[in-house]
């Protein structure tokens, strides 16, 4: 249970942020915290809770946000787009827990065909994941906790099953797959 509660607190790629009514962040876990000192909390997501507060004071939730809530955007210095999903708890206490996402290039790409179609095995397609969202190999190391030698021997091997010789041809051939 431990390694389950490391992994949502410390490693989860989601940033989650909950605010109460008076728009006080009451969780945030580290991805948030990297998040909003990187890049702050985009106008939107307070305009838009404010919003959903007062729609819940008014007993008009349901009928103003009938549905699921999301916002998408895309900063400056990001070659993504973020996503932003809303999770709004009424009862007892309302709270809105804000799901932050990078919509990121191996999201769009089927990971598990292309691990069966070039016979990758599964850290070899997590080190791909990694290297397609634009990591450095100290990067992905770190976050796989395996030395940085031992990244670049699984690239060496992903390259030759893939058939590329480097980075640039490696995006090429798997977007084409997109």
Request: aromatic share 8%; glycine share 4%.
């Amino acid at each position: 249970m431990n390694e389950i509660t490391n992994y949502i607190l410390y490693k989860i790629p989601t940033g989650v942020i909950v605010f109460d009514q008076k728009m006080d962040i009451v969780y945030s876990n580290r991805q948030a915290r990297y998040f909003l000192d990187g890049r702050g909390l985009p106008d939107e997501i307070s305009t838009l809770s404010k919003r959903i507060f007062e729609a819940i004071r008014a007993s008009r939730l349901n009928e103003l946000f009938p549905g699921e809530v999301h916002l998408t955007k895309r900063f400056d210095d990001s070659p993504s787009n973020w996503r932003f999903s809303f999770l709004i708890c009424e009862n007892p206490n309302p709270l809105i827990v804000i799901f932050i996402m990078e919509e990121r290039i191996s999201n769009k790409l089927e990971m598990n065909e292309i691990r069966r179609q070039y016979r990758l095995t599964r850290k070899e397609t997590d080190i791909l994941r990694r290297v397609l969202d634009g990591l450095k190999n100290t990067e992905i190391a770190e976050d796989v906790e395996i030395t940085e030698q031992t990244v670049k021997d699984h690239l060496s091997n992903i390259y030759m099953k893939i058939g590329v010789e480097n980075r640039i041809s490696l995006m090429r051939t798997l977007m084409y797959s997109l």
